[in-house]
């Protein structure tokens, strides 16, 4: 199972961007997926989840301005942000967590946003 996120760039504060996670190999619809991000010097914080049938979770810093959705015909999970501010800045990362345990992770993609 490979994941590789893209999507990410350099923004102005109140811009908007969408991030995509492709997956490839194994089974895609059957799994939750997680959108997370990290700073440097911090821990990664769990962002935004989706269940298999499509339930999303956010933390409170982020509802209203993201979304998270997946299409599994596509096996592709997406992260819609928008209103960014520069505490939105980091490295966002998808995983797949399957029911045995095991977690897939993808690259990360970057995300700034400038003030």
């Known amino acids: 199972v490979q994941l590789q996120a893209s999507g990410g760039g350099l923004v102005q504060a109140g811009e908007s961007l969408n991030l995509s996670c492709v997956v490839s190999?194994?089974?895609?619809?059957?799994?939750?997926m997680y959108w997370y991000r990290q700073v440097p010097g911090k821990q990664r914080e769990l962002v935004a989840s989706?269940?298999?049938?499509?339930?999303?979770y956010y933390i409170d810093s982020v509802k209203g301005r993201f979304t998270i959705s997946r299409d599994n015909a596509k096996r592709t999970v997406y992260l819609q942000m928008n209103m960014l501010t520069p505490e939105d800045t980091g490295v966002y990362y998808c995983?797949?967590?399957?029911?045995?345990?095991?977690?897939?992770w993808g690259q990360g993609t970057l995300v700034t946003v400038s003030s």
């Open positions: 190999g194994g089974i895609f619809s059957i799994y939750p």
């Open positions: 995983k797949m967590r399957r029911s045995t345990g095991d977690e897939d």
């Open positions: 989706i269940t298999a049938g499509a339930w999303p």
